[in-house]
């Protein structure tokens, strides 16, 4: 018999806040996971009773008072957890699991990185840089199949943004955030689920700006959150779907929520 798993990935910019629509959002497509990020809230006041009233009972967090943070709730049994500094300051913004199945999964919430692309004048810009640095390195020796999803906070591609040519000095979308990512990906053959199923040029945006007065009519949207998984792992994904009707629900993040579906 084989077993289906529906993992799901949002950075909610607080739990708390909008856990009217993650009730919603986990009522209408019933993952089996769901990996948070931005979830702004300390480990004592997350809001488990909401979770466990629709079956989530395993709730591992590693969280942060008003900022960053990240949480993965479960109708599966999590073992393993392993919470990684790779901000070297302490931030919350890693959280890894082992699955029974024995598959690692790591959710996590890469640095922003400020609004001035340059590391001297903007020391965030050289954290994001360093953090995913780090993360490279430790990519390189992971030896375990792995899925890891998350708020990257980079658009790689150029169709990953609404412009390109506009965007080319943005943070989120500078050659060098580009480079950089690509050296993590390069570092253990990661493959992109999204666009594995939504193959560039498509439109694919999973992020859109709260300045915007219509966001769906602008649309100036970029692909910040992402699903990847160990190439051991790329042909058990059956299936992955990007939630954009959830950035129009009540109180909505500005991120929407990513969903994939694999078959073991």
Known sequence: ???????????????????????????????????????KVEDGSFPHAA?????????????????????????????EEERRDWQA?????????????????????????????????????????????????????LGVPTIMVGDFNIAPLECDVWSHKQLLDVVSHTPIEVETLGKLQASHDWVDLGRRFVPAPERCFTWWSY?????????RGRRLDHMWCSPELAGNAV???VHEPCRSWLKPSDHVPLVTEFRF
């Open 211 to 219: 300045r915007a007065k219509d966001w769906a009519a602008s649309d």
């Open 1 to 39: 018999m084989t077993d289906t798993l529906k993992i799901a990935s949002w950075n909610i910019n607080s739990v708390r806040f909008r856990i009217g629509i993650v009730e919603q959002f986990l009522q209408q497509e019933q993952p089996d996971i769901l990996c948070l990020q931005e979830t």
């Open 89 to 141: 300051n302490g931030e919350a913004r890693h959280l890894g699991v082992r699955l029974p199945s024995g598959v690692r999964l790591e959710n996590v919430y890469v640095p922003a990185g400020g609004d001035i692309p340059d590391r001297e004048l903007n020391p965030k810009f050289g954290q994001k840089l360093d953090f995913l640095a780090r993360m490279t390195s430790w990519s390189e020796s």
């Open 239 to 241: 299936a992955h779907h």
């Open 51 to 79: 979770f466990r009233a629709l079956g989530y009972d395993y709730v591992l967090l590693h969280g942060q008072r008003m900022h960053h943070g990240v949480a993965i709730v479960s109708k599966l049994p999590l073992i």
